[in-house]
C-alpha cells in the first residue's frame, strides 16, 4: 500500500550551485537571518556528534526543545524517560557504534536552538527528526540548521544522497524538487494465513458503518425521505 511521499537531495557538483537553485525568497531569508544575528552579536555555529557515548545526552537536550513546543500539547514529544526517547537512544548508541549516527546541533552562542538527528550508511544520510526553539521560530533556526547541514556534506564529498524521513512537506520543497512514495508490504509464511487475513478484510468492507449519534437524529416531521442522512 501506498504511504507517504519523501524528499531527498542528491549531492551532486557544489553547493553554491545547489544554493543558487533554491528559491529566492529562502536565499534571501537565510541571508536576512544571519545578518541579523550578526548585528546582534549572536555568533551561531553548528557541531556533528557521532560518538556512542554522546547520544543519550543529545536526546536529553533534543527533548527540552520537543517538550516546549507543540508536540508537547499532543503527546508526542521525544522525551529521555519516555518509550519514544528510549527508542531513539538505544538507535543512536547502537548506530554510532558502527558510524552511522550523526546528531547536527545548532547553537547561538551556547545555547541550543535546533537539532536534526540522523542516521548514515554507505554514501547516504538521513534526517530522521528534527526540532528547534519554538520560541525563537522568527530566526528560522532550523533553516538555518538545514543550510549548513547540507553545506557541510557537499563540502566533505562523502555522502552522495540526504534523505528527509517522514512525509514531505511544504518546507521540504523549498530545499528539494525530488519525490518518491514509500509503501507498506505485507508478506506472509503461510499460503493458508493470507487467505484467511483477505476473509478478515473482506468481512470488514463488507459490514455497514453504524451511523454516529448526531447522524441518526430524527429529521423534523414535513421533511422529504430525501434528506434522511445515510
Known amino acids: 500500500m501506498d504511504y507517504i511521499d519523501t524528499g ?3 549531492i551532486i557538483g557544489t553547493f553554491d550551485d545547489y544554493w543558487a537553485a533554491r528559491g529566492k525568497n529562502l536565499r534571501q531569508n537565510m541571508r536576512k537571518q544571519r545578518n541579523k544575528l550578526a548585528t546582534e552579536g549572536t555568533h551561531i555555529h553548528m557541531r556533528v556528534l557521532t560518538a556512542p557515548e554522546e547520544m543519550a545526552a543529545a536526546i536529553v537536550r533534543y527533548g527540552v526543545l520537543e517538550s516546549s513546543g507543540w508536540k508537547a500539547t499532543e503527546g508526542t514529544a521525544i522525551h529521555p524517560n519516555n518509550p519514544q526517547g528510549q527508542f531513539y537512544i538505544q538507535l543512536l548508541e547502537n548506530a554510532a557504534r558502527h558510524g552511522e549516527a550523526a546528531v547536527y546541533e545548532y547553537f547561538f552562542n551556547e545555547k541550543t536552538v535546533a537539532l536534526n538527528l540522523c542516521v548514515r550508511r554507505a554514501a547516504t544520510l538521513v534526517v530522521l527528526k528534527t526540532t528547534y526553539d519554538e520560541t525563537i521560530k522568527n530566526y528560522s533556526p532550523a533553516f538555518l540548521l538545514s543550510q549548513d547541514e547540507v553545506e557541510q556534506v557537499f563540502g566533505q564529498g562523502i555522502i552522495k544522497r540526504l534523505e528527509y524521513y517522514g512525509r514531505m512537506m511544504e518546507w521540504h520543497t523549498r530545499w528539494t524538487e525530488n519525490k518518491r512514495t514509500l509503501y507498506h508490504l505485507t508478506c506472509y509464511r503461510w499460503s493458508w494465513l493470507k487467505k484467511l487475513a483477505g476473509r478478515r478484510h473482506k468481512r470488514k468492507e463488507d ?10 437524529n430524527t429529521p423534523p416531521i414535513g421533511a422529504p425521505a430525501s434528506e434522511l442522512r445515510p
Open 8 to 10: 531527498w537531495i542528491d
Open 207 to 216: 459490514v455497514p458503518e453504524l451511523p454516529t449519534t448526531e447522524d441518526a
